[in-house]
């Protein structure tokens, strides 16, 4: 039996997580942290390799991610 297009059956949507405790956030948070220490007191690092290692600790944390965030939690 086909599926009727008056009755589609319900996807199931994720709940979503507060911003705050979510590991993107918190992966930018720390980020930006260690982009702000190298650039004002240790310029140990080249900012364009903390960039790049930031850029691919984002995508890595997207891709392990499943629960979608939201700024409200709702």
């Known amino acids: 039996m086909s599926p009727s297009v008056l009755d589609p059956d ?3 949507v994720p709940e979503t997580r507060p911003l705050l405790k979510t590991k ?3 992966v930018n948070v720390l980020g930006a942290a260690v982009q702000l ?3 004002g ?3 140990a690092i080249d900012p364009m ?5 930031q850029a691919a600790l984002n ?8 629960t979608p965030s939201s700024i ?3």
Do not use: D
């Open 10 to 12: 319900p996807v199931s």
């Open 24 to 26: 993107t956030f918190w």
């Open 37 to 39: 220490t190298n650039s």
């Open 41 to 43: 007191y240790l310029n």
């Open 49 to 53: 390799y903390l960039t790049a290692l």
């Open 59 to 66: 995508i890595a944390v997207r891709l392990s991610t499943r």
């Open 72 to 74: 409200t939690g709702a």
